[in-house]
């Protein structure tokens, strides 16, 4: 069965073709600059293999349709295709972004669907949009073809009450369904499955904790399985300092901020988002920048790297606290997985709680899921990638199949 997996946006559309059958991606890329004066598609054949190839054409992409019609013939291209007609593609996989309440679990997409995605604009107003985009412009392109929404905020409705609820009034939860849905789900079900596969403990039995560390960055805690609390909320804003945006502050920091600075709602969002987090404090969102500025002697820069450390050990406790049993924490992720400096400065001084780093394990890149605790640490320190695509691909066969039986 092949899976053709999409994540929309606003002008950009990711995909990625896999073959189920051995869970190989059989070609990868990405339309970007849509619906400017010239775009760009980048495609790439059997990628992360010693026979990948890249394939770059930039041309004027008017919308998404004109720009997966162009990802359509080159996968159908007679030279450089990976499949003879579009038959092949048994399924279509989409990322969106919020559920809302409505959506508790991955769902084939019909018209309901399409309407729930739609009612959930003022929640992920960035994002569901564009994800609405990408699953309207598959069914023109592929007719027939099921498709299968894999929600971001999935993982995250298994929170109970007084874990997604805000301490507001009640009545702007009924009203306006103000409350924790979290983010990166795809990711942090993913690396849950993956951490148990790798402990050979049954999901159903695994307490752990996952960070997802990169430009945008996440944690949650994982017991019996199941997401019982996450640092992202009501959007991707809260929890962890990242690399642009701010994280949990202060809420009478914004209305301040307003006023002192003559700032419109909009902008005060921005300022959050866009221009904050590592960014604000030391001018770059990229932590191989901020390392290299440490180096340099930026003493701003070495204030953001602690912050972020802080902000990451911070929400780790607390998850220790909720838990009680911990049988593992896990980095993933683009920082997760490739900063050896984060990985070390977080796990700096915990072996009171039973966290004892393998430095010299820690330093070594090595590819697959990988162990990083010392041999007497008594909670396993991981190292997992994670996969949000296959996630979405294995859970559209499952859904697809299931519909069949």
Do not use: W
């Amino acid at each position: 069965m092949k899976i053709l997996v999409i994540n929309a946006g606003s002008s950009s559309c990711k995909y990625q073709l896999f073959n189920m059958d051995d869970h190989t991606v059989l070609c990868s890329g990405v339309v970007e600059r849509i619906g400017q004066d010239m775009g760009k598609l980048s495609h790439k054949l059997a990628p992360g293999t010693d026979k990948e190839e890249k394939i770059v054409r930039e041309r004027c992409f008017p919308t998404h349709v004109e720009g997966m019609e162009d990802v359509i013939a080159l996968l159908l291209d007679a030279e450089k295709g990976v499949i003879k007609e579009k038959s092949e593609i048994s399924a279509i996989g989409h990322r969106v972004l919020h559920g809302g309440e409505a959506i508790t679990a991955p769902v084939l997409i019909d018209e309901k669907v399409k309407e729930t995605i739609r009612d959930c604009f003022p929640l992920g107003p960035l994002h569901n949009p564009a994800n609405l985009m990408g699953i309207e412009v598959a069914e023109k392109l592929f007719p027939g073809v099921p498709n299968v929404g894999v929600f971001d905020t999935e993982f995250g409705m298994s929170l109970a009450p007084e874990a997604y609820l805000y301490p507001l009034p009640y009545s702007l939860y009924e009203e306006l369904r103000i409350r924790r849905y979290g983010f990166h789900g795809t990711s942090h079900k993913y690396i849950a499955k993956a951490t148990a596969d790798y402990l050979k403990k049954p999901l159903g039995e695994l307490n752990s904790i996952t960070m997802h560390l990169g430009n945008g960055s996440s944690m949650t805690a994982v017991q019996n399985g199941k997401c019982i609390d996450t640092s992202m909320g009501l959007t991707p804003l809260e929890g962890l300092m990242m690399g642009t945006r701010c994280g949990s502050i202060d809420p009478a920091i914004v209305p301040f901020v307003m006023e002192k600075k003559g700032l419109t709602p909009q902008e005060a969002d921005t300022l959050m988002n866009k221009k904050s987090g590592l960014f604000g404090i030391c001018g770059t969102s990229d932590m191989r920048d901020v390392h290299a500025s440490i180096e340099k002697g930026d003493e701003k820069a070495l204030l953001a790297f602690k912050m972020l450390v802080r902000s990451i050990k911070k929400i780790l406790g607390a998850y220790f606290f909720l838990l009680g049993r911990v049988d593992s924490i896990v980095f993933t992720a683009g920082i997760g997985e490739n900063d050896e400096l984060v990985r070390e400065a977080v796990c700096e001084g915990l072996e009171a709680f039973g966290i004892k780093l393998n430095k010299e394990e820690n330093r070594l890149r090595k590819p697959g899921a990988r162990t990083i605790s010392a041999s007497d640490s008594r909670i396993p320190v991981l190292v997992i990638p994670t996969n949000e695509e296959l996630e979405i691909a294995t859970t559209t066969m499952q859904i697809v199949e299931g519909c069949q039986k």
